[in-house]
């Protein structure tokens, strides 16, 4: 779901939400721990950035509704129950290694993990392309490359098992020099992809590369830890779900993505290797 798109149906049952306690605005607000200026400031739309995971929680747990339902994820406005238990809100922090998701990782060794990607899968980044991202999104180059690591040396244990699909037009936009990659030179292009076939060499069959036709097939990103939890990634944060019921459904999705993919996982290092001639500047 595109980060406006959530924003909105967050916007919307905030507000309803807010009618059906029929109380004032300042009253409601005093009622989840926020001021009024900062609740008018969630339903006027100013602004696409969700409130803290804190002020969610007292949302959903204040007005009885589960955060799925908050959050867009659920048509169904009925208590879960154990709110945190049902759903977790991760920010995007340094020092991965200390970060909620570095423990999910750990906790799931040993399941399968699916994974799809928001651009190019992370631990496949060369330290040249984190520089380049970080740099135009404001991102700590540090902590990025920190990610990285972690993610390469997790996928390294004998006993990881991790599947990844992505877009086949992915690859293919960053060989060409398009969209954000449009200021990366040709010549670090190619050493990217040269990175990303060598690491996918040295890790398969523990870590497997799957590409898909993005044009007949749509995912947002996310990640499923095992029968554990799965997270979804929104701008700067993460959705994690622990009810069984939707990260079967997930999974369901990665399997058929699998099932669809037109290049398979023993066939995507030399696939990333024949895009190296389509890595030149462009005018």
Known sequence: MDKRDLSSLFRERLGKLVDRAGA????????VGIDRSALSQLL?????RLPRAETLLNIAAEHKVSLDWLMGLSQDDGSTGDLRASLEIEEEQ?????TLLAKWHAEAIGTKIRYVPAGLP??????ELIAYEAEISNRNLEAKIDEVQYRIGYNRRPETDME??????????????RGIWSGVPAKLRRRQLDHMADLIDELYPA???????????????????GPIRAAIYVGDMYLVL????????????FDNLIRAAEVNAHEVAAFARGLRDRAIDRI
């Open 164 to 177: 990844v699909c992505m877009p086949r037009h992915t690859l293919e936009i960053f060989a060409d020099g």
């Open 44 to 48: 006027s739309g100013a602004t696409t």
């Open 122 to 127: 992370d631990l496949l980044r060369s330290d």
């Open 24 to 31: 004032s605005q300042s009253a409601f607000a005093a009622s």
């Open 207 to 225: 870590f497997r590369l799957y590409l898909y036709d993005g044009r007949l097939r749509y995912s947002i990103p996310y990640t499923i830890f």
């Open 94 to 98: 340094g020092g991965y290694d200390r």
């Open 242 to 253: 622990n009810a069984t019921p939707p990260i079967r459904t997930l999974t369901r999705h």
